[in-house]
């Protein structure tokens, strides 16, 4: 049986997605960048930014509400899990996940955490050899399961702006079976073109990370594999990012830090189901970090068990000792290949 407000909610969920497509094939506008947020932070142990209660005051959405406040709509779903995000009560309180622990591994470029579908970016330190000690971060969508984004590790090989899409065999065969034709290129700019107006081509095969034409979209798997962001967002980031700076495409579900003296673990949904056993994995992230004396099994059991994507205390009641963290990193294959000063159009996933 279906409740008058479920109901209401599917009826207002088809409803925006009409209109995100109608806006969609209308226009596709080029907009101004979203002011940059610096956070800085220092050793391993690194969380950044502060999780807030939002008070709902009008007509608003998941969908509103992720783009006003640069969140994915992955992060408001996991962390508000008992409300309707289509029909939101006026009044109503959203927690709004605005606090990161920063993945493990290198501090350097690009990274981007697949699970967790957010990209941090680590500009280069001012003094040459010394480690990044300030980061930016945005929500992105990634690829659906049948064109996943790969675990790779890259360098940026180009950048465009209004980046025409010629679009590989393996996406033109998809969509001569879902549509009975397919182009061979979209232009820059055009309503049409999933690549937005800004791209940052990678050394990984057909791979960006580029802009949409589906703001609906991040936070959510709906590309051929590359990395969305919103247009203001990509707009901010693409200026950043020097040409044959690193970056990796990385898989970590859960994620541990320490911040004012207490442990506090970051869990996510295994999106592609490439870690069955996530309270093992849990387990393994503390003891890899050396904090496997000082979290509460049962706090960590239930941290699992929530998956809020939110920084969660998982400490004894009594812990406030420094923390211990060691560098213990799992490393990704690499995939480097040639970097040029310039970039040219060639076949690119969406």
């Known amino acids: 049986m279906i409740t008058i407000r479920a109901f209401c909610g599917l009826l207002l969920a088809s409803s925006l997605f009409a209109q995100a497509h109608t806006a969609c094939a209308e226009d596709n506008p080029d907009v101004p960048p979203r002011d940059v947020v610096t956070y800085t932070f220092a050793g391993e142990s690194a969380v950044i930014g502060t999780s807030r209660a939002y008070s709902v005051n009008g007509d608003e959405t998941f969908m509103d509400l992720s783009r006003t406040y640069d969140l994915g709509y992955n992060e408001l779903i996991a962390a508000n899990p008992t409300i309707d995000p289509w029909v939101l009560e006026h009044g109503s309180v959203v927690i709004l996940p605005t606090e990161w622990i920063l993945p493990r591994g ?3 470029g690009i990274v981007v955490n697949i699970p967790e579908m957010r990209l941090y970016y680590y500009p280069p330190a001012l003094q040459p050899g010394e480690p990044s000690s300030t980061v930016v971060s945005y929500p992105v969508g990634l690829g ?32 001569i079976k879902e549509k009975g034709h397919a182009e061979d290129m979209i232009p820059g700019g055009h309503p049409d073109n999933p690549l937005g107006r800004y791209r940052i081509e990678l050394t990984i095969g057909a791979y960006a990370i580029h802009g949409t034409n589906k703001n609906w979209g991040v936070g959510m798997q709906v590309s051929h594999g590359c990395v969305r962001l919103y247009p203001e967002d990509i707009a901010a980031l693409f200026p950043l990012v020097p040409i044959g700076s690193k970056g990796r495409l990385d898989y970590q579900p859960v994620k541990v830090g320490v911040r004012a003296g207490r442990v506090l673990v970051e869990v996510h949904e295994d999106i592609y189901g490439m870690s069955p056993w996530m309270w093992q994995v849990a387990q393994d992230v503390v003891r890899e970090a050396g904090l496997e004396h000082d979290v509460d099994p049962a706090k960590l059991e239930a941290a699992v068990e929530a998956a809020s994507g939110v920084p969660t205390d998982v400490g004894f009641a009594d812990w406030p000792r420094p923390p211990r963290l060691s560098g213990a990193n799992a490393e990704l294959v690499s995939a480097r290949a040639g970097v040029g000063k310039e970039s040219a159009d060639r076949p690119v996933r969406d």
């Open 106 to 108: 290198p501090r350097e």
């Open 144 to 175: 659906r399961q049948e064109w996943r984004t790969p675990l790779a590790e890259f360098r940026v090989r180009g950048k465009t702006r209004n980046p025409a899409w010629i679009l590989p065999e393996s996406v033109k065969e998809e969509r």
